[in-house]
């Protein structure tokens, strides 16, 4: 199977920085988008960014300016970039994989990691 671990959140005071990773791991032989999603408390989850496995990036307007998505296909990660951070960026952010195939399999499939706590503090 296929496994997204998350690292790099933690606590930052208001204008700072933070940089997310995600890792996947498994038989994989491709992964179409990867992207972020957070959840706030009381929130419904929302998307952060993608990106396409040529690099193709969209992001949620709350965030545009001000944070980077990138990765690396040969590795099979993901990184999030946030500057400028604000009280209301706080969430537990998610990692995606969309359309993983893996060897042996000609079904693809959808994978989450646990998620990684930021906290901003104003």
């Known amino acids: 199977q296929v496994q997204l671990v998350e690292s790099g959140g933690g606590l930052v005071q208001a204008g700072g920085s933070l940089r997310l990773s995600c890792a996947a791991s498994?038989?994989?032989?491709?992964?179409?988008?990867m992207r972020w999603y957070r959840q706030a408390p009381g929130k419904q989850r929302e998307l952060v960014a993608g990106?396409?496995?040529?690099?193709?990036?969209n992001y949620a307007d709350s965030v545009k300016g001000r944070f980077t998505i990138s990765r690396d296909n040969a590795k099979n990660t993901v990184t999030l970039q946030m500057n400028s951070l604000k009280p209301e960026d706080t969430a537990v952010y998610y990692c995606?994989?969309?359309?993983?195939?893996?060897?042996?399999?000609?079904?693809?499939?959808?994978?989450w990691g646990q998620g990684t706590q930021v906290t901003v503090s104003s």
């Open positions: 498994g038989s994989i032989v491709s992964i179409n988008v």
């Open positions: 990106i396409t496995p040529g690099g193709i990036t």
């Open positions: 995606n994989a969309d359309r993983v195939f893996i060897r042996g399999s000609s079904v693809p499939n959808d994978y």
